[in-house]
């Protein structure tokens, strides 16, 4: 499988993740959250930062299943989903990630057919520090 491409700007996002946290960049001037993480805001062009912790809710804002052919370490899982997640916190900032039955689970373990477009789903975290996302509990 891809392990993720960490710069000095990721960095951050990706040791919370490790620890079970879903933090996102934030201009510490306007509070502005930020996604993917940058050295300026473009809001207000600040170069202050910080990583704020967010509550790992959010809705499903798009997906797509991927079928073969695929990557040789992914085929074997097709098909899966890869789903876009608009954060509840965090309206503008959008995840990608997959949808799995639980915390663990292999990335073909939801069925494709069940995804829907605005299911609320939670951030759970892999063995890796790689957030997946499952259904929240009603």
Do not use: K
Not at 37 to 46: A, E, K, N
Not at 60 to 73: E, G, Q, T
Not at 86 to 96: F, G, V
Request: with cysteine; glycine share 6%.
């Amino acid at each position: 499988m891809l392990s993720p491409v960490t710069d000095a700007d990721g960095a951050p996002f990706w040791r919370y993740a490790a620890q079970g946290e879903l933090r996102v960049q934030t201009c510490a001037d306007c509070a502005e959250p930020r996604f993917p993480p940058r050295p300026c805001c473009p809001h207000c062009q600040s170069f202050a930062s910080e990583w704020r912790r967010v509550s790992g809710r959010g809705r499903i804002w798009s997906y797509v299943v991927p079928h073969p052919p695929l990557l040789p370490d992914y085929a074997a899982q097709a098909p899966y989903n890869v789903i876009v997640v608009e954060l509840t916190d965090a309206p503008r900032i959008r995840l990608i990630g997959n949808l799995v039955t639980r915390a663990g689970g292999p990335l073909n373990s939801f069925p494709p057919d069940r995804i829907r477009i605005g299911a609320r789903v939670q951030a759970v975290f892999d063995d890796q520090g790689i957030p997946r996302w499952i259904l929240e509990r009603p």
